[in-house]
C-alpha cells in the first residue's frame, strides 16, 4: 500500500528543490519534444536556451517578453497565498489593452505627454473592473472565482474581437481588423536602442518590490496571508474575508490591465484581435514556480521569457509548431506541481495488510 | 493466563519516545484503567495495540500466542474493539445502518445486533433512530454496541466519560461493570481520578511514556495517584477577595441564534451578565452549543435585529463584528487553539501580530518589527511559555504551550473583560494551573472573566457563579457557595430546561 504523508521537515534550501528541478525536467522534455520533430537535440538545446542569449535583439526580446509576466505573477501570487484564485489574467489584460486604446484611437494626432499615464490609468481601471465582476459574483452570491475568472477569458476575447472589427477599427485600415497605430506620445520608451525591450521592464520591477514590501512588511500582505493559512485564525481576529477577496482580484485585475497597456502602447503600437501570447496564464505558471516568492518570481518571469523567445527561434529557425511553447509551459507546470509533491510530501511503501 | 501481555512495547516519533519499554498484562474481565496525563503516551499505546500505529521494539501476545496487528481490521477479528474519544458516526444515517456500515453486515442483522446487547447490557437504543438526534451519551452507546459487534474479548475505552454528564455516568459504569462480568476486559484511558478508583481493578499510571506504577486504584489514594502521574502534587490557584463592580461589563440579554449547521444547537433566549472582578463559568457537556454561544459573544457570528441584545461596558455591541468588539475591550481565547487562536505555519510573533495589532504594532499600514517582537517576547515571559524564542513556528510549541502563549496575548492587549473556550482542554496540569492562577489574578485585578468548560473540576475551582448550558439554553447563575458537583451535575443533565419546557 502506498502511503502519502506530509514532511515536516523546515522548509529552507528546499524550497528551491522543486523549481532546480522543473526548469531542468523541461529543458529534457523540450530536447526530447524537438527530436521527435526531426530537431538534432544540439540544435534544439541551442534554439531555446543559447539562441535568447546569442544576440542583442533576442535577449531584448526576452526582456519585453519578461516585463508583462513579471507584473501579472506579482499580483497574482499575492492574491494566491491568501488562496484566492485568479484564473482570469488573460481577460484582465485584454480588457487593459481596450481601456489603454480608447485615448490614442479617440485622439490620433495628440502631442500631450500625458496621454500615456493616462492609458496607463485607464487600462488598469478596465481590467480591476473585469476583475470586480468576480469578486461581487464571489462575495455576493458565493460564486467559485475560479470558474468565473476563467470564463470571463473567452468573453473578453469576443469582446475585443466586436471592438476592433467595429467601433475601435481603424477607418482607413482597409477593414484589417485592427486600430489605427498610435501616436507616438502614446509609446512606452525605448529601454535599448535598436530593440524592441522598453520602460515596462522597469514598471516590473518597481511592482516586484512593491509586491515585496506588500508580502513581507505591511499588514494588508500579512492578513492576505493569514486569511490564505488559517481561515478560522483570520475569522477569529476579525480580519474580513470579503476584503481580502477584493483586494486579492483587484490587485490582480489591475497589475493584468497594466500589462494589457504596455502590450498595445509596446510591441503592438496599436490594438489587435491578438493582444497577447497567453501572458495571463503563463503568469500563473510563473507565480508558483517562482514559490509565490517575490524574488523567487523574478528569476521564474525571466526563464519563461527564455522559453519564450526560445520557442519563436525554433519556430522561425526549425519550423516546429507555434503550439511548441504550450506544451513547455505544460511541462513546466506539470513537472513543477510533481516534485512539489515529493518535497512536501513523503511516500511510504508498505505491505498490504492479510485482512 | 493473561488475555493480553506487552513486554518492551516501544515507540518514537523522531526525537520523541512516546512509549519506553512498556510492560502490561491484562487479565479476562478485567477493568484496567490506564492513567496519566495529556502526552503521557496513553493514546500512543491505545493506537499500538488496536493495529492503528505499529511499536518499533517490544513484543504483544495474546492469550499466550504471539500478536502481530498490522491495522485495526486485524485488531478487531483477534476480537480486541475500541471505542473512541471522538464518535465516528454519521449523523444523517440511522443506528442500525451505521452499525452494518462499519461492520459490514445486512441492516437486519444489526438491528437485531442492537436489540440484543441492549437488553444484555442496558444499552437500550431505538435501532430505527437517526444518529443527529441522539444525545452525546446515547451515541456512545452506538459506538459501544458497534465495538461489540465483533464479541470483542478486550474493549479499549477512550476517554469515555468526557461526552457524559455527571448524572449519566453511574448508569455507563454498570454497563462497563456488565461486560466485564460477561469476560470481557476493559481497557479503560482517563485522567479522572474519582472514576477510576471507583470503577477499576487495575490502573497503570504513565508519565512521560513511562510506566510509574501499577496499583490497586480502590486502595490508593486521590491525592496519591495524582502524585504519580503528574510527579508532584497538584497545585490550586489562590483565590482573594475582589471587588465587584456595580455595573456590568457584559449585559447578554435573550440571545437566540440558530446554528448554520443543520445537525448544531441553537441557542435559546441566552442571558447572563459578568461583572468586573468576577469569574463567571458555564458549564455543561460540550456539543450544547458552547460553541455558538462563543463565537456570538466575540462578534464571529454577529447578531441581527430581534436575535437579542448583548451591551458591553454600556454600549450595545450585539451588530459589531470582532474588530469594533475587541476595540471596545474584549479579548478572547478560542476553543481550537491550532486553527482559530494561532496560525500553525506562522512564528510567534506573527501569531502575536493576529490579535496585537492592536496594540500600536502597526504604523502607517506597515508592520512595527521590532515593536512586534517585544510583543510577543512580552506574552512569552509573562506566561512562562517554553518555546525556541519569538521565531519559533506556532506548531513547534506543545498544545498547553501554545495555550499559554494565546492566553499571554490576550492579556497582554489589556483587556476589559476575557472569554475563555476550554482554556484547559488537552493541556497538561501544569499548564492548566498556570492558567487557572492567570484568570483568578485577572478578576482581582477587577477585569470580568468568562469561562466556557466542560470540565466542571476546573469551573467549581475558580468560578464565582457557574451558569449550565443544555440544548442551547441557559440556566440561572448557581453561586459559588451552592454549587456542588451533584447540583451542577443534575443541571448539566437538563432538569433546569424540563422545567421550563414544563411550565
Known amino acids: 500500500m502506498i502511503r502519502i504523508e506530509p514532511r515536516t521537515r523546515a522548509p529552507g534550501l528546499w524550497a528551491a528543490v522543486p523549481p532546480v528541478l522543473a526548469v531542468l525536467a523541461t529543458i529534457l522534455a523540450s530536447t526530447v519534444i524537438l527530436n521527435i520533430l526531426g530537431v538534432p537535440p544540439l540544435d534544439a538545446l541551442h534554439y531555446l536556451y543559447v539562441a535568447p542569449f546569442s544576440s542583442r535583439f533576442n535577449f531584448a526580446e526576452v526582456l519585453l517578453k519578461m516585463a508583462p509576466l513579471l507584473i501579472i505573477a506579482q499580483a497574482l501570487a499575492i492574491g494566491f497565498r491568501a488562496r484566492i484564485w485568479n484564473i482570469g489574467a488573460e481577460g484582465q489584460l485584454i480588457l487593459g489593452a481596450i481601456g489603454g486604446s480608447l485615448?490614442?484611437?479617440?485622439?490620433?494626432?495628440s502631442v500631450n505627454p500625458l496621454m500615456l499615464p493616462a492609458m496607463a490609468a485607464i487600462g488598469m481601471v478596465f481590467g480591476m473592473g473585469w476583475a470586480a465582476i468576480a469578486a461581487w459574483l464571489r462575495t455576493r452570491f458565493n460564486a467559485n472565482e475560479?470558474?468565473?475568472?476563467?470564463?470571463?477569458?473567452?468573453?473578453?476575447l469576443q469582446l475585443l474581437y466586436y471592438l476592433v472589427s467595429g467601433p475601435l477599427r481603424d477607418p482607413?485600415?482597409?477593414?484589417?481588423?485592427?486600430?489605427?497605430?498610435?501616436?507616438?506620445?502614446?509609446?512606452?520608451?525605448?529601454?535599448?536602442?535598436?530593440t524592441r525591450a522598453n520602460s515596462a521592464l522597469i514598471v516590473a520591477l518597481a511592482a516586484t518590490l512593491l509586491a515585496w514590501g506588500l508580502t513581507q512588511r505591511s499588514f494588508v500582505g500579512f492578513r492576505l496571508r493569514v486569511g490564505g493559512l488559517a481561515p478560522g485564525a483570520a475569522r477569529y481576529a476579525g480580519f474580513s474575508e470579503h476584503r481580502a477577496i477584493w483586494m486579492a482580484l483587484l490587485i490582480g485585475g489591475g497589475a493584468a490591465g497594466l500589462a494589457g497597456v504596455f502590450e498595445v502602447a509596446g510591441p503592438l503600437g496599436q490594438l489587435q484581435r491578438v493582444v497577447t501570447p497567453g501572458y495571463g496564464f503563463a503568469a500563473i505558471i510563473v507565480a508558483f514556480l517562482g514559490g509565490l516568492n517575490p524574488v523567487g518570481i523574478l528569476a521564474a518571469s525571466f526563464f519563461m521569457a527564455v522559453i519564450y523567445v526560445g520557442g519563436d527561434v525554433a519556430q522561425t529557425a526549425a519550423g516546429v509548431p507555434h503550439t511548441v511553447n504550450l506544451v513547455l509551459q505544460g511541462v513546466l507546470l506539470v513537472t513543477y506541481v510533481a516534485a512539489r509533491v515529493f518535497t512536501d510530501y513523503q511516500v511510504t511503501w508498505s505491505q498490504r495488510a492479510k485482512a | 493466563m493473561a488475555l493480553l501481555e506487552l513486554c518492551g512495547i516501544t515507540k518514537s516519533f523522531g526525537a520523541v519516545t512516546a512509549a519506553q519499554s512498556l510492560d502490561l498484562s491484562i487479565q479476562p474481565g478485567e477493568i484496567h484503567a490506564i492513567l496519566g496525563e495529556n502526552g503521557a503516551g496513553k493514546s500512543t499505546l491505545m493506537k499500538i495495540i488496536y493495529g492503528v500505529l505499529q511499536a518499533d521494539a517490544g513484543t504483544m501476545s495474546w492469550d499466550g500466542q504471539p500478536l502481530?496487528?498490522?491495522?485495526?481490521?486485524?485488531?478487531?477479528?483477534?476480537?480486541?474493539g475500541m471505542v473512541f474519544q471522538h464518535f465516528s458516526l454519521f449523523e444523517t444515517l440511522t443506528v442500525a445502518e451505521n452499525v452494518a456500515l462499519s461492520s459490514g453486515v445486512s441492516v437486519a442483522r444489526a438491528t437485531t445486533h442492537i436489540e440484543r446487547s441492549g437488553a444484555?447490557?442496558?444499552?437500550?437504543?431505538?435501532?430505527a433512530a437517526k444518529?443527529?438526534?441522539?444525545?452525546?451519551?446515547?451515541?456512545?452507546?452506538?459506538?459501544?454496541?458497534?465495538?461489540?459487534?465483533?464479541?470483542?474479548?478486550?474493549?479499549?475505552?477512550?476517554?469515555?466519560?468526557?461526552?457524559?454528564?455527571?448524572?449519566?455516568?453511574?448508569?455507563?459504569?454498570?454497563?462497563?461493570?456488565?461486560?466485564?462480568?460477561?469476560?470481557?476486559?476493559?481497557?479503560?484511558?482517563?485522567h479522572k481520578l474519582s472514576e477510576i478508583r471507583t470503577l477499576c481493578h487495575t490502573a497503570t499510571v504513565m508519565r512521560r511514556g513511562q510506566i510509574v506504577a501499577t496499583v490497586d486504584p480502590t486502595e490508593t489514594s486521590q491525592a496519591d495517584l495524582a502524585r504519580l502521574m503528574i510527579g508532584r502534587d497538584i497545585p490550586h490557584p489562590k483565590r482573594a477577595v475582589a471587588t465587584v463592580s456595580d455595573t456590568p461589563i457584559l449585559k447578554v440579554t435573550d440571545v437566540t441564534v440558530a446554528d448554520d449547521n443543520p445537525f448544531g444547537t441553537t441557542l435559546k433566549d441566552v442571558s447572563?451578565?459578568?461583572?468586573?472582578?468576577?469569574?463567571?463559568g458555564i458549564a455543561g457537556i460540550s456539543g450544547n452549543g458552547q460553541q455558538l454561544l462563543a463565537h456570538v459573544l466575540s462578534g464571529e457570528i454577529p447578531l441581527s435585529p430581534g436575535q437579542g441584545d448583548i451591551v458591553f461596558d454600556g454600549r450595545p455591541v450585539g451588530r459589531h463584528g470582532v474588530a469594533e468588539r475587541r476595540a471596545a475591550g474584549l479579548a478572547y481565547v478560542p476553543e481550537d487553539r491550532q486553527a482559530q487562536g494561532s496560525v500553525p505555519e506562522l512564528s510567534l510573533t506573527e501569531n502575536a501580530l493576529l490579535t496585537g495589532h492592536m496594540a500600536g504594532l502597526i504604523q502607517h499600514g506597515l508592520i512595527r518589527r521590532a515593536a512586534a517582537t517585544a510583543f510577543s517576547e512580552r506574552c512569552i515571559d509573562d506566561m512562562d511559555v517554553r518555546c525556541a524564542g519569538t521565531g519559533a513556528e506556532a506548531r513547534s510549541l506543545s498544545g498547553g504551550n501554545l495555550q499559554k502563549f494565546i492566553v499571554g496575548r490576550e492579556l497582554a492587549l489589556?483587556?476589559?473583560?476575557?472569554?475563555?473556550?476550554?482554556?484547559?482542554?488537552?493541556?497538561?496540569i501544569g499548564a492548566a494551573q498556570a492558567i487557572h492562577q492567570k484568570l483568578v489574578d485577572l478578576r482581582q485585578d477587577g477585569l470580568g472573566v468568562l469561562v466556557i468548560s466542560d470540565e466542571l473540576d476546573d469551573l467549581l475551582e475558580i468560578s464565582d457563579r457557574i451558569h449550565v448550558m443544555f440544548r442551547g439554553q441557559l440556566s440561572a447563575s448557581i453561586p459559588r457557595a451552592e454549587a456542588r458537583e451533584d447540583v451542577i451535575g443534575a443541571l448539566m443533565a437538563g432538569s433546569f430546561a424540563e422545567a421550563v419546557a414544563a411550565s
Open chain 1, 103 to 109: 485615448l490614442p484611437v479617440a485622439f490620433n494626432d
Open chain 1, 146 to 156: 475560479i470558474l468565473v475568472t476563467l470564463m470571463l477569458n473567452s468573453i473578453a
Open chain 1, 172 to 194: 482607413y485600415g482597409y477593414n484589417f481588423p485592427q486600430s489605427a497605430l498610435f501616436p507616438d506620445v502614446a509609446m512606452l520608451p525605448t529601454l535599448i536602442s535598436g
Open chain 2, 68 to 80: 502481530h496487528i498490522e491495522n485495526p481490521a486485524q485488531a478487531r477479528a483477534y476480537g480486541i
Open chain 2, 120 to 127: 444484555r447490557f442496558g444499552l437500550e437504543i431505538p435501532a
Open chain 2, 131 to 190: 444518529v443527529h438526534a441522539l444525545s452525546q451519551g446515547e451515541r456512545q452507546r452506538v459506538e459501544i454496541i458497534r465495538a461489540l459487534m465483533g464479541d470483542p474479548k478486550l474493549i479499549i475505552m477512550d476517554e469515555p466519560t468526557s461526552v457524559l454528564a455527571p448524572t449519566a455516568i453511574p448508569g455507563f459504569f454498570g454497563i462497563v461493570r456488565d461486560l466485564a462480568a460477561a469476560g470481557c476486559a476493559v481497557l479503560f484511558i482517563s
Open chain 2, 272 to 280: 447572563l451578565t459578568v461583572h468586573g472582578g468576577e469569574i463567571v
Open chain 2, 414 to 428: 489589556t483587556p476589559r473583560l476575557l472569554i475563555a473556550a476550554q482554556p484547559t482542554w488537552g493541556v497538561d
